[in-house]
């Protein structure tokens, strides 16, 4: 398994400013992975950062909201833009080394808890 | 497409007991796996166990066990001799085999409280 790090761990934001949040592995990996958890509720993929090319989004998510960084195999960042209350969540980071093997696991950073008031 | 569903939001169950967290699947990709994440409250993302579509075993590791019901599209996990550092939600998980289909679709979760 990978060790995944993000910062900040917790932040408290004012509404209609951005929060970058950054996810280091100490592997490299071929696939990384943003996910939102808003309270009391499941995780939901934002979207699928990619190596030197344009993240991909799930549907309900839009670049200019949520832009991600690649610029290499160990490191991405999700920027929070423009933040609302509504984005107060839970952002988690994750990792596959192997990808398109259903046997490989993605395992998850510690969680960056996000308050915008 | 792709659906989890876990029945029981929150469960108590008394130190030391034996406990099974319920999970169904819905999919139509015969090539799938399967996993169950702890979260404790510190909000990070524990893997627990891997169950694949093709395995002709129940996943076992150490306290944790896959009770896995193909024909059923059930996917349980069991935790035996219940400690109180169990204490934490609980999310089953899904992707389909195949490059390009690395999404994890999570269920809602179950609350396990452990009583001493």
């Known amino acids: 398994s990978a060790v995944i790090s993000q910062k900040p761990s917790r932040d408290i934001c004012q509404r209609g400013t951005s929060l970058t949040i950054q996810c280091q592995v100490d592997?490299?990996?071929?696939?990384m992975f943003w996910y939102r958890q808003q309270p009391g509720q499941s995780l939901t993929l934002i979207a699928t950062a990619n190596q030197g090319s344009e993240a991909t989004y799930e549907s309900g998510f839009v670049i200019d909201k949520f832009p991600i960084s690649r610029p290499n195999l160990t490191f991405s960042t999700l920027t929070v833009s423009n933040m609302s209350p509504e984005d107060s969540s839970i952002y988690l980071c994750?990792?596959?080394?192997?990808?398109?093997?259903?046997?490989?696991?993605?395992?998850f950073g510690p969680g960056t808890r996000l308050t915008v008031l | 497409a792709q659906k989890i569903t876990q029945t029981q939001p929150g469960m108590f169950v008394q130190e030391k007991e034996a406990v099974t967290l319920d999970c169904t699947y819905d999919?139509?990709?015969?090539?799938?796996?399967l996993f169950w994440y702890k979260q404790p409250s510190s909000g990070e993302m524990i893997f627990l166990i891997y169950?694949?579509?093709?395995?002709?075993q129940n996943a076992t590791e150490g306290r944790y066990s896959l009770n896995f019901q193909k024909a059923r599209k059930s996917a349980n996990l069991v935790i035996s001799a219940s400690q109180l550092g169990d204490s934490a939600m609980y999310f089953c998980?899904?992707?389909?085999?195949?490059?390009?289909?690395?999404?994890?679709?999570f269920g809602t979760g179950t609350r396990l409280t452990i009583i001493p």
């Open positions: 169950q694949g579509s093709y395995d002709q």
């Open positions: 994750s990792v596959e080394t192997i990808p398109g093997q259903s046997t490989d696991t993605q395992y």
């Open positions: 998980a899904m992707r389909e085999l195949g490059f390009g289909n690395e999404k994890l679709t």
């Open positions: 592997s490299q990996v071929t696939m």
């Open positions: 999919t139509s990709d015969p090539s799938y796996g």
